[in-house]
Each structure stands twice: as structure tokens, then as C-alpha cells.
């Protein structure tokens, strides 16, 4: 067995199931077949950052800054593009539609009146947009959550599995921000890690690279998606071909850190020249989002992969 495989198999071995898995699982299993059976199209969009526990009793974790824009924004989209689509989404972080509503207070939002409560004058018209949205895609869109790493990854090999019943309609969207380092079970303490010890040194080991077997074993007719993060601009289309060299799946796109709301470039595996989409200053100023334009291309992009697919 070579040492990928074994180092994927072992994080499952090693790293118990999230709760409530059993019924997640069903309802996941449930669209996909419910859209296998009416040759509908599913979006896998996965969403936000992963903790890292250092205790299994978890009072501390280590984090990172997603905080799931980028895949609740294209869940809108791919619904709004006719996809049933499952959001694998940390726990708390961003979700379609409601997303419009973050750091608003619903208490300045609504007015009393004498009989019942309604939403305010200024408000009212956004606020139909939204629901009326929401009412018109909620059957279609299934929100699983996560917190953790192997959460997070157990759900991924779950729904992938589960999906591979849709053969080339179903699409993979790898937004969430997936932890490279870990603590193996085996090596994390059951409780709170004391000050009293001193200064604390951690050993994080390597997190397995699970695109391998997502992509050769999980969901092998699936088209795939991945998203590649930087922060040094001169290594983003070297890391995102080398991403596509190494997993073999179709599409990889990178953004750095600080430019992700204006400029994504997508390399695909057939190695044509890589595409960039950028927002102008003028699109972003009329609340234009750049996951629009991405999803638009991919839809294109997942087109062409069903129609090749089934004929090839
Ligand atoms: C991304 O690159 C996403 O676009 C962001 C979105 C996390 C930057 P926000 O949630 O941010 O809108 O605030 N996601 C993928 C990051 C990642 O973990 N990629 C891995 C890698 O680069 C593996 S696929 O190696």
C-alpha cells in the first residue's frame, strides 16, 4: 500500500466519527438519490475554516480567518443556476441568504404594532427579496455543519461517496479553508491543558492530502473544484497547476488572501491558459460579487464535462 493511502486510511482509523454522522448521512444520501433519479445536478459546496482541537475535552483550538463568504455566496448561486446543492459549512460561519442579514440587529429591523409585529418600512423591500429567495430554493439546498477537522473530513468522504450515484452531475466546490496541521488523537491530552506546566510547545503533524482519494476513489466521475489560497502573489498559478498535476481532478482556483472578493484565477487540467476574473471597482460599487461570475464559468465548464462525459 503506498504511504498516501495508508496516511488517509489511518486518519479515519485514528479519529472517531463527528455526531450525529448516521442521520447526516442519510439525508445526504437521500438528495442524491431523490436527483440521481431525476438526472438533477448537485453542488457539494464546502464552507469556512476547520478547528484544530489541541484537547479532547476541546476548551482551546487552534482556527483560521474564513469566514464561509466565499461558499455561501456561490451556494446562492449554484441554487440560482438550477443545482440542488448540499452545504457543508462550519458551524456558526456565513450561510446563503441569511448572510445579508450578519451584523444587523433584527431588533432595529421590525415595528410593533397593536395586533402583531412586522418588518419596518425601510427594510420591507429587501427583506421580501430575500425571503422570497429563500422560500424558492430552501427544498433544494440541505445544510450540514461541522467544527473540527475530522469533522469536517469525515463529512467530505461521506458526501462524496453518496455522490458518486450522480456520476458526472454531481459538482465539487472545495471553498472551506481546510487545516494543513493536526494533532493526532493519539497524541492529544484529555483535558485542559494546565498553565502550571510552563510555556506550552505543540507538535502539529501533517494533515493527509485527502484530494487523492477523493478524487480516485470517492468520487471518480464527479466533476471537481478546488480552491488554492495564497498570500504571496508569485506562487499562485505554480501551486494551483502543481495542485492540478499532482490530484489530477479539473479545475483549480486561486486567490490570495487579500484580494479574494475581486480576483480568482482558474487553471484547468487540460492546461490552456489560465482565466482570470476580476471585478471592476464599478461592478464591486453596484454589489456585484465576483462568486457570480465564478459559478456562471463553472456551470459552462460542468456543461461541457456531462456532455463530453456522456458520450465519451
Ligand atoms: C479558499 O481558498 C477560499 O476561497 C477562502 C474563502 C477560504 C479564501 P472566505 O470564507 O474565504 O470567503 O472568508 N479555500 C480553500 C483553502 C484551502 O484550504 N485550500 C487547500 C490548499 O490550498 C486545499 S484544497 O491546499
Known amino acids: 500500500m503506498a504511504q498516501d493511502d495508508l496516511n488517509w486510511k489511518t486518519f479515519f ?3 472517531s466519527k463527528p455526531n450525529h ?4 448521512v442519510k439525508l445526504i444520501s437521500e438528495v442524491c438519490l431523490q436527483a440521481a433519479i431525476k438526472k438533477l445536478r448537485v453542488a457539494l459546496i464546502t464552507s469556512g475554516g476547520t478547528t484544530v482541537p489541541l484537547e479532547k475535552n476541546t476548551v482551546r483550538f487552534i482556527d483560521n480567518f474564513s469566514a464561509g463568504t466565499r461558499g455561501s455566496a456561490s451556494a446562492e448561486y449554484f441554487l440560482e443556476a438550477g443545482y440542488q446543492v448540499i452545504f457543508l459549512h462550519r458551524s456558526k460561519s456565513l450561510e446563503p441568504y441569511s448572510r445579508h442579514l450578519v ?20 427594510h420591507q423591500a429587501e427583506m421580501r427579496k430575500l425571503t422570497e429567495k429563500y422560500q424558492r430554493y430552501k427544498s433544494n439546498l440541505l445544510m450540514i455543519s461541522f467544527n473540527s477537522l475530522s469533522d ?15 456520476g458526472p452531475l454531481a459538482l465539487l466546490y472545495l471553498a472551506a479553508a481546510v487545516s494543513d496541521f ?4 493519539s ?34 466521475n464527479a466533476f471537481i473544484v478546488s480552491f488554492k489560497l495564497e498570500t504571496n502573489e508569485a506562487l499562485l498559478e505554480t ?4 495542485s492540478l498535476e499532482k490530484y489530477h481532478h479539473h479545475i483549480v482556483i486561486g486567490n490570495l488572501l487579500h484580494s479574494r472578493k475581486v480576483y480568482v484565477l482558474l487553471v484547468d487540467r487540460n492546461n490552456s491558459a489560465p482565466e482570470e476574473i476580476r471585478l471592476a471597482d464599478s461592478e464591486l460599487e453596484s ?16 456543461d461541457n464535462y456531462y456532455a463530453n462525459h456522456k458520450t465519451g
Not at 451584523?103 to 425601510?122: A, L, Q, T
Open 13 to 15: 482509523e485514528e479519529n
Open 21 to 24: 454522522y448516521d442521520e447526516n
Open 103 to 122: 451584523g444587523r440587529s433584527i431588533f432595529d429591523m421590525i415595528e410593533i404594532c397593536p395586533e402583531n409585529i412586522i418588518v419596518g418600512e425601510k
Open 152 to 166: 469536517y473530513l469525515w463529512l467530505l468522504q461521506a458526501t462524496a461517496q453518496k455522490m458518486q450515484i450522480l
Open 182 to 185: 493536526y494533532i493526532p488523537a
Open 187 to 220: 497524541q492529544m491530552p484529555c483535558h485542559k491543558i494546565q498553565s502550571s506546566g510552563g510555556p506550552l510547545s505543540l507538535s502539529l503533524q501533517l494533515v493527509p492530502k485527502m484530494l487523492a482519494p477523493l478524487v480516485t476513489l470517492w468520487a471518480p
Open 239 to 242: 501551486k494551483a497547476k502543481e
Open 287 to 302: 454589489g456585484i460579487e465576483i462568486e457570480s461570475k465564478i459559478v456562471e464559468n463553472l456551470k459552462i465548464r460542468h
